[in-house]
């Protein structure tokens, strides 16, 4: 986080802000409603007409227009008049209140339109005041805020034809490993098809940045460095996968090296992605991910996500974590913190939480039925169902303001 | 439902899958892995010829060759060889398990390399079999689901360079009230700006729909009904906003009859959205949503979501429900099932709801803040805090296959 970026702004139509991140505090440009209006349909009238109608004393007002909503009385509402009026119309000048139709009647004298009424109406009644809702200034939702379907309505109401967003980051993608093929090409001896970059690609898009794939590199050192040196100039952060543990043919420690980077951090206490490592290179960051499939998902979603939040101005860069009650065992003994992928259920106001499949950390397979990453912390030979563990909701595009998981020993563990 | 339609398949490349669901099961064309391979960086060699080893009698092994993931070895490894292999590489024809380096001493003597190790190491160690993770043709990804950056990774995996989708509904949206203004309008007295077009549009893009938008329509008969009549050719279903009331100039009642349109239903016992309407036309359904933000939206996310989902081939078409414990209290007492605008919680392993802002139907400003609808069932006078209610997850992927909301009456109703 010391390393963030915060994206710069762009002006874009309204039509296109979908999922964007507001890079400016909207407010209301005026109030709302932006007059009185009528909540009912009904006749607008003045109060003090009605002062005393009752059961025994019906009193009768002469129609003299009829408006919808968009339209406006011609004139204003004298002693003994009444406008009828439909949902949502501007209230006439001269009436202060509306008599919903259930309690009025109405009948047709020499082409005059006439209602009566049988009882008193209060001042302000069946008005739904100018302002009332919100006010003119009124600050409505913030700056790094996601545009939901709420929030695009918002921008509409209050005229927002141009949005200003926060820039995508553009994010370079780069996938390391001589056994690469690529997803057309039939298997080889030897050989597996590329996953992590369509992946990592993906995983970009749902965070909201704009992902650049720059291919695959086989395990050459001049010709992988070439390739990494030309990419980060056209990105805001570089993505590679594979090449950064401490195998003959894993070259990114001496790219990094060539390149003049400054290595971060290069090992975590952590199952799975322990080599992932993050150097810094003209102040941008280059995410060095495993190349390991579940290391490379869970890399992805702790390091590089929060980082693409920052960028887009959100105040709430980390993934969302709760707890939940483990449903099944999980019996594997680690020494370090284990990011599970979960499936998340809810019963009866509660969360629970299970293993989205095995956890073998090559197994791609079990990575498409997962919407959260349990938390499972080190140090332990296991926990039984019934603990209470942290979990990332890797599927929520809601966040919070810290990095927050519990690294204290769980009840239940075995 | 029982005027859903299915979509038809589209094939499209892998590269622009995300979000959408799959029109075809999803199968392992291929075993994982594809071949016998190495967790680890080490030695393959012959488990055999360690059988003598100890600490006291070290094995000395002849290192022939050395190979990186996506590289075989030329020879098969015979007694007293060893193959140098990296993580991810393929185990060589003659061996039968590897020795980590970490158990390994390595020298170089008249240009040949070395290896010694002073431990049994069993058949098939550090081997990961061929087909232990997927057997060729296991089912991995049903039908309809959505494509995640999991899935996605399967994809890439199994060669599925096209994959096939289904196509998404066409939903046309038109507004409709003399009082709309466009976005890009300056406020005119009596007259509010549309912001449920865009909202709509937005919501069915988050719904997996394809919106069209065809404009505003002023409340005058023949104009609407010709351009209700032309969108309807163009589209799946016809969302419209406003016009379905019993207001003077409320059309769409009559402009349903002069089409010859099947009105399913006008009128449902519900705040808000009473005045909701569904027509069926043609095959084709028109979901007629009220001109009020609040009653569209959550009309929308009711009637017109879940056949949106069924639309894409969704076994679980209905907005995820869960139970959630109301964290103030709800005064208001109400006839109807009320849907609130609502944000949820989570606090040590259970699920907690309160209201996204002022309730009044016509209030576009909560709705920004909004990620669940709470559902209180009518017939009381309010609610407690702690009173356990529904909750409609709308920003959630997950869905489920059927409607399910009490209606019985929850403790600590007021």
Redesign the interface.
């Known amino acids: 986080m010391d390393y963030k970026k915060t994206g710069e702004m762009e002006s874009i139509s309204?039509?296109d802000c979908?999922d964007r991140k507001l890079a400016e505090t909207i407010i209301a440009t005026?109030p709302?409603?932006?007059?009185d209006k009528s909540?009912y349909?009904g006749f607008a009238i003045r109060s003090l007409d009605t002062a005393n109608a009752s059961q025994h004393n019906p009193v009768t007002f002469k129609v003299t227009e009829?408006i919808?909503?968009?339209?406006?009385a011609q004139n204003a509402v004298k002693a003994g008049e009444a406008v009828?009026i439909?949902?949502?119309?501007?209230i006439p000048y001269g009436a202060d209140c509306v008599a919903m139709f259930e309690i009025c009647q109405t009948y047709e004298q020499d082409s005059n339109h006439f209602m009566t009424i049988k009882r008193t109406i209060k001042p302000g009644q069946n008005i739904?005041i100018k302002g009332s809702?919100?006010s003119q200034g009124e600050i409505?939702?913030e700056k790094g805020?996601r545009?939901?379907?709420?929030?695009?309505?918002?921008?509409?109401?209050?005229?927002?034809?141009k949005v200003k967003v926060v820039k995508k980051p553009v994010i370079g993608v780069i996938a390391t490993?001589?056994?690469?093929l690529d997803?057309?090409?039939?298997?080889e001896?030897?050989?597996?098809?590329?996953?992590?970059?369509?992946?990592?690609?993906?995983?970009i898009?749902?965070a909201g940045g704009e992902p650049v794939y720059f291919g695959k590199l086989?395990?050459d050192f001049e010709q992988s460095f070439e390739a990494i040196e030309q990419a980060i100039q056209h990105v805001d952060f570089l993505v590679t996968t594979g090449g950064v543990?401490?195998?003959?043919?894993d070259l990114l420690p001496a790219i990094y090296e060539k390149l003049g980077a400054r290595v971060l951090f290069n090992k975590i206490g952590m199952r799975p992605g322990s080599v992932t490592t993050v150097a810094e290179w003209n102040s941008k960051l280059l995410f060095g991910l495993s190349?390991n499939?579940s290391a490379c998902?869970v890399g992805f979603e702790l390091f590089t996500r929060p980082i693409i939040q920052m960028f887009l101005h959100d105040n709430k860069p980390f993934t969302q974590t709760?707890?939940?009650?483990l449903e099944e065992d999980f019996p594997k003994p680690n020494p370090f913190t284990r990011f599970v992928?979960a499936k998340i259920n809810?019963?009866?106001?509660?969360?629970y939480v299970r293993p989205a499949g095995?956890d073998?950390s090559?197994?791609?397979?079990?990575?498409?039925?997962?919407?959260a990453l349990m938390v499972l912390p080190g140090g332990t030979r296991g926990f039984e169902a019934g603990a209470?563990v942290d979990v990332l909701l890797v599927?929520?595009?809601?966040g919070q303001e810290t990095f927050s998981i519990s690294h204290k020993k769980v009840k239940r563990q075995i």
């Not at 709760?322 to 009650?325: E, F, G, H, N, S």
């Open positions: 309204i039509d979908d005026h709302i409603p932006p007059f909540p349909d009829h919808g909503a968009g339209h406006r009828r439909m949902t949502g119309a501007e739904i809702e919100t409505l939702v805020t545009i939901n379907p709420g929030v695009k309505a918002l921008l509409a109401t209050f005229g927002y034809a490993g001589s056994e690469l997803i057309e090409q039939e298997l001896p030897g050989k597996i098809r590329n996953s992590n970059a369509p992946m990592i690609v993906s995983q898009k749902r086989i395990d543990s401490v195998g003959d043919f190349g499939p998902y709760i707890q939940a009650t992928r809810y019963r009866n106001g509660s969360v095995i073998k090559a197994v791609v397979t079990s990575l498409s039925n997962t919407n209470v599927d929520s595009l809601s």
